[in-house]
């Protein structure tokens, strides 16, 4: 038996997410297909995030127990020669068998890209916003995110029974014109979390009265911006 640590780009636009689901094309189930021809026995695919359908990722992490005789570099090759072509495998590494891509990384960072300027080009790949956003006020609510908190009101219903509290480390905007990059870093994330995140910032870069703060304090989602689409969110990297 090996653990193999697998590096993953892909463009979700055409996946109802990364977990496997019944009559659904998922991530998790593309590559299970490709990668059980390549082992002697049973396939575990375990990955750094679930990430919800129409989202992408330039970093995911999974880690694959298998029996195979292949080395790395073969079965890299294998897989990016059978995968589809909005899957790709950036790299595959030995791992300890005790190594557990969700529960073993330390933090992840979500990058959601708006676009300041109109465009039909880039539409489905950024979210359109005005060009004249307080860049400064939405850095100011951004601020209130970091440390440890209980992010109820900035997230999606939960199955109850699980935390609501997240560290985050490090929360700003990025500025590379036209592009703005809202970018977090941390150790977990809720449901929706990054999109409501998004959402509830650039009402205040829109000039609404927003305090991020206050919305930590109160558990309550009712009052939080709301859910931006899903095309403008990428997993960009997981930290071990």
Not at 129 to 145: N, Q, S
Request: hydrophobic content about 45%; proline content about 5%.
């Amino acid at each position: 038996m090996r653990n193999l640590k697998l590096t993953i780009e892909y463009d979700g636009a055409g996946f109802s997410g990364w977990q496997v689901q019944p009559d659904r094309r998922t991530v998790q189930g593309e590559l299970l297909s490709v990668i059980e021809p390549l082992a002697a026995g049973g396939v575990k695919i375990i990955g750094a995030g679930r990430t919800d359908a129409g989202v992408h990722a330039v970093g995911q992490v999974a880690s694959v127990l298998l029996e195979t005789n292949h080395d790395v570099d073969t079965i890299g090759r294998a897989l990016n020669a059978t995968l589809p072509d909005d899957i790709y495998i950036r790299a595959v590494a030995e791992a300890p068998l005790s190594f557990h891509a969700r529960y073993d990384a330390r933090s992840r960072r979500y990058d959601y890209i708006f676009i300041r300027k109109s465009t039909a080009l880039w539409r489905n790949r950024f979210y359109q916003v005005p060009e004249d956003l307080d860049i400064d006020a939405m850095r100011g609510e951004l601020a209130a995110l970091r440390g440890r908190h209980d992010f109820t009101a900035l997230s999606a219903a939960m199955d109850e029974g699980r935390s609501t509290v997240c560290t985050v480390i490090m929360a700003d905007l990025l500025e590379a014109p036209p592009l703005l990059t809202l970018s977090v870093v941390a150790d977990r994330f809720l449901t929706s979390m990054m999109r409501i995140v998004a959402g509830t910032v650039l009402r205040a870069g829109q000039g609404e009265p927003v305090s991020v703060a206050s919305l930590i304090a109160s558990q309550d989602r009712s009052t939080a911006g709301p859910t931006l689409p899903p095309h403008a969110l990428y997993l960009m990297e997981v930290l071990y």
